[in-house]
């Protein structure tokens, strides 16, 4: 007879030790499905049928693409990773209890659907509601906290006729399309999107700020958009801002009068923290500088020293000067000590990341390349709509915050890895479809194939033809 050995002998751990179980937490199917019934809870709260009428997407009823259809399969379809019309008809047909073609849809993508679309992102952005109170003590004051920055999807060179990107070595120029977006950082939503070539750089965008920004709002910005004029309206508006100090722009006193050698000064006390002027239009704006560590600040004068434009080579003074982190604002020093001034600019970092989550998992830049201008800004308008569903109804549920149990907070990256992964099937569970009718349904009405002159391998291998499709020999 074997002698049994136990386990924890073999491994050398003491079996008299206890060990602390691992607690897993059940979460409730209802939990989930309010998940998905909140995102379609949302879509009806658009006006959907009207913005179709308005943009001339619906001018008779529609028998099988609605509205409403539409923009439901178009957020879903962003989930599949790769999008197609063949994936985005299945699904349209999946939840209208039809059969379309995506023949169909294709032709539906036309200017008037860019124009739809663009309306429901729109009307989407609007309905964003503002937090009541936020866990951050240094922003409760402000009525939301916007970071603007600007992401680039590379496409194919088919698609640099209507969105053009920088001459590359090899003389051929690759497709490149800029997105602009405006994220609140309170609520933790998209209020702003806009979509143009890579050529429209940020500096020519920093205007678009002003048709949104409203009395009490903080507009975090980093160098590219940095535009006195654009400033000196947002302060006319009763809002605030935060950007860095362009070097080599005017510098005077609060008087407007006397000139001020900020590299002088600095060396002189170290830091600064008061009121200037900046420009020709003595834009008043408070002035923060805050001396960077010796290694910190050797490794921004490598990087300025490896500009590969020559053009544009640091001379010494703006060499020192990188010595400092600079900031402007017109935030008051009784709300914000100069700290706080630069650990708020830090949190720039977060749009980087939603950045990298759309690029990453929601395939961003995943367009055909034989498709039209309006078919690409169709897609990427369908899929902003549901970066901006994903974030009201999923982030903000699971938000990053504190966790009773003490378990890390959830990273925007997985979270929207997982969503690509599941949400579909809670979508389609929160609706009632059988996965198992809507697997036939895609099989029969979107798998066969397509009627064609020439035949096919299954027509080239039906009985009493051979492979090449020559009368076999008996």
């Known amino acids: 007879m074997k002698k049994r050995v136990s386990l924890c002998k073999q491994s050398g751990r003491d079996p008299r030790r206890k060990t602390r179980s691992r607690k897993t937490k059940r979460i409730s199917a209802t939990q989930s499905q309010d998940l998905a019934a909140n995102l379609q809870r949302h879509l009806k709260k658009l006006p959907l049928e009207a913005l179709g009428r308005a943009s001339g997407f619906r001018a008779r009823r529609a028998k099988k693409i609605t509205p409403a259809l539409f923009v439901q399969a178009a957020c879903l379809v962003v989930t599949l990773g790769l ?23 294709f032709e539906r993508m036309s200017a008037k659907a860019v124009s739809f679309l663009q309306s429901v992102l729109g ?16 922003l409760r004051q402000f009525r939301r906290v916007v970071l603007q920055d600007s992401t680039t999807l590379r496409l194919s060179e088919e698609l640099a006729r209507f969105f053009p990107g920088p001459n590359n070595q090899r003389g051929a120029q690759p497709g490149m399309l800029k997105i602009q977006a405006c994220y609140d950082l309170l609520s933790q939503s998209f209020v702003y999107f806009s979509l143009s070539s890579f050529r429209h750089n940020d500096q020519a965008a920093s205007p678009e700020v002003l048709s949104f920004v409203q009395a009490g709002d903080l507009i975090i910005r980093d160098l590219g958009y940095f535009v006195l004029e654009v400033l000196e309206q947002i302060q006319v508006a009763q809002a605030y801002f935060l950007s860095r100090l362009r070097l080599g722009v005017s510098l ?23 009121q200037f002027c900046l420009g020709a239009k003595k834009v008043l704006v408070r002035l923060v500088a805050i001396r960077l560590p010796a290694a910190v600040a050797a490794q921004r004068r490598a ?22 982190a600079l900031f402007i604002t017109n935030v008051p020093a009784t709300l914000w000590s100069a700290q706080t001034v630069a650990q708020t600019y ?21 367009v055909p390349s034989a498709a039209s201008k309006n078919q690409v800004e169709s897609l990427i308008y369908a899929k902003l709509i549901f970066i901006t569903l994903f974030q009201v109804c999923f982030w903000q549920r699971y938000s990053p915050g504190g966790d009773t149990e003490g378990r890390p907070p959830l990273s ?8 690509q992964s599941y949400l579909l099937i809670l979508v389609l569970n929160q609706l009632g479809i059988d996965p198992l009718v809507a697997w036939e349904q895609l099989l029969d009405t979107h798998c066969r194939y397509e009627r064609r002159t020439r035949k096919h391998f299954m027509q080239d291998t039906q009985p009493g033809r051979s492979i090449t499709g020559h009368p076999k020999i008996k």
């Open 346 to 366: 830090g949190m720039r970092w977060r749009i980087e990341t939603i950045f990298k989550a759309w690029k990453s998992h929601f395939g961003l830049a995943q």
């Open 123 to 138: 009307a989407l952005l609007a309905t964003m509601a503002v937090p009541q109170g936020c866990r951050l003590d240094a």
């Open 303 to 324: 990087q300025a020293r490896q500009n590969r434009d020559r053009r544009s080579a640091p001379s010494a003074e703006r060499l020192a000067l990188l010595g400092w």
């Open 83 to 105: 999008v197609s019309y063949r994936r985005w008809a299945g699904l349209i047909g999946l939840l209208g209890q039809c059969t379309l073609s995506k023949q169909a849809l």
């Open 412 to 419: 925007l990256l997985k979270v929207a890895q997982a969503a």
């Open 252 to 274: 005077w006193e609060a008087d407007g009068r006397t000139p001020v050698n900020l590299l002088a000064r600095l060396r002189k006390s170290g830091s600064l923290d008061g």
